[in-house]
């Protein structure tokens, strides 16, 4: 009795475990990496993942719906979604890192409803990390570079305008 | 026997050289003036040391030619003229302008290289080549958080580049150079539109100016009403249609086209890649007046039919290959397939799909289709590469003319006449130089199919991309990427570079250093 106790127990435990672990796997559709996704497109055509990646270059809102192009830190994916789950997200460039967002929604190889644009139709975008500036670096030793060389163009100038004098008289 | 070049020769190439680096380098400003405006102050530094750079090596480079040649005056009696006002001749003339489109690769490089984007100096200098040239195939890292002055000077490079660096230089700052010519015809461009080289450069000016005001003012509406940001917008217009009219093929994202997903900015742009592939002659004569030009020409004629063909081959290829846009309906084949093809027919580049989806999804039978309308080009006399309209055209008739001896009586004389600008007979001469030029490019072609095979790449992905370099094209199958091997990388860069020259003055430069070499 005592043994069949406990095989139960180990197996109500083992249970347990196995359906967290599929609730966990049920909840959120799968990430995928633009790699991935540009390698075999055919695997994920039609499907719900989920893609993470940095907001670049420009929030285009058109009417109800908005493009957001997400880049991975391999490649850019563009994401198609209702207006309102792009407001208040920042895209990054030159002086500004753009949000990190979380896309979920469906994946399409090659859209019909967008000529064929390979995109995500998200129902949801999530921001993971907020954007911020970047900073521009600049190399001490390229101000000194840059003074030095001004400083060669002048005596260069300055001994071509010496030359010409000399040659006229 | 090969005569060795004299010092007086190298110095006479040195010091018009020396001019025309200074004119790129007054280009500059530009870039310069942008990164002020912007705020941009690591760009604002990075152009300023090239400026600098180029005028330290442009004024030195003067003053040594300069003193060479009077040196070697007192002891040649052929050169009593002043450095000044010699008439350099049709080798100096080409020897100028081959030095002068790798000086620009050089110098160009420099200001994309300190900024961090690329990760050598070779890289650099491809896309500097690749800009100059109106290639399009781009080695940027991170081109998504490059700086709208770099943007600017990669966009603006295919400006230059697509006019001619040497049109550049006579329209603006070399005055009354009586070897103009001699240099017009060094960067391909054969045909003069107007009686005096330097009104043609001006005409070819005005017309891009003109065309620049439009397009960008087109791309800037579209961009907005795509719900892209007023500045923005005028930004990505202005170097789109850089790209587009120059059929060069970079763009400020790194989805390319692809960025927009929108078919207002794909119209736009394929109707502006159409108008940088067609000869400056026949873009006179439209401004003229004369409409009926655009029907009658033989180029314009070939390019329709060799459009159509070519569409034909790469439509299919795509509906039976197995590709995603199979199940698609006839808009997404003419967004997807049509739009690539007119991109590669017209030597531009533009993408809207992934370099990795046309290697991996589209079949060969798609790409054999591409690769021919990339090594078609457009017309002569135009922005665009390959072997161009007016060649093809030309063969065809000598082929027409061929068959009509054979059928006709053999007392017949046949003879065979096609129209461009004019009525023009078929003469042995001209199908002669077409037959070559056409060889060169084949040959040209090959020599870069043969390298990406022995970098290990497929026969067909290594042709495409060969074809895309040397044509002038940009577009990509996956090949070009900052990983693949440096000597391919060169090998792209030598071929982008003799096919935007058409060869003669890159056969000139070979045989001047041959002549320096071996010569007595």
Known sequence: ?169 | MILRPRAEDIAVIGYHLSRIILGLGLTMLLPLGCAFLCGERGPFLDFLITIEIIFVSGLLMMQVCRAVYESGKKKASAYEKSIDSLDPNWMHGMIMVALSWLAAMILGAIPLWLSGHWISFLDACFESMSGFATTGLSLAQDLDHLSLTHNLWRHFTMFIGGQGIVVVALSFFVKGFSGAFRMYVGEARDERVLPNVINTARFIWGVSFTYLALGTAALWAVGMKNGMGSGRALFHGACIFMAAFDTGGFAPQSQNMLYYHNYGMEIITAVLMVIGAINFRLHYHLWTGNRRELLRNIEMRVLFVSILATFIVTAVGLKTGGSSYASGGFLVLLRKGFYQLLSGHTGTGFMTVYAEQVGKEWSDLSLVGMICAMALGGAVSSTTGGIKMLRIGIIAEAFVQDIKKVIFPSRAMVEQKFHHIKEVFLEDKTVRASLMVTLAYIILFGIGALAGMLCGFGFIPSLFESTSAAANVGLSCGITSVGMPAALKVIYIFQMWAGRLEFIAVFTLAGFLLAAIKGK
């Open chain 1, 1 to 169: 009795m005592r043994i069949t106790l406990r095989i139960l127990t180990v197996f109500c435990l083992l249970s347990a475990a196995l359906a967290v672990s599929c609730w966990g796997a049920c909840a959120g559709p799968e990430t995928v990496s633009s790699s991935s996704l540009l390698t075999d497109p055919g695997l994920y055509d039609g499907r719900t993942i989920s893609f993470e990646g940095e907001v670049i270059g420009d929030i285009m809102k058109q009417g109800r719906y908005a493009w957001i192009n997400v880049n991975d830190g391999r490649s850019a994916i563009g994401v198609f979604t209702a207006a309102e789950n792009v407001a208040g997200l920042s895209a990054g460039g030159y002086k500004r890192q753009g949000d990190i967002v979380r896309v979920s929604g469906e994946f399409h190889r090659a859209c019909h409803r967008h000529g064929g644009d390979m995109d995500i139709h998200a129902g949801s975008v999530t921001v993971i990390i907020k954007s911020a500036a970047r900073e521009e670096l600049i190399c001490p030793a390229a101000k000194k570079m840059a003074v030095l060389l001004a400083g060669a163009i002048c005596l260069l100038l300055i001994s071509m305008l010496y030359g010409r004098l000399r040659k006229k008289r």
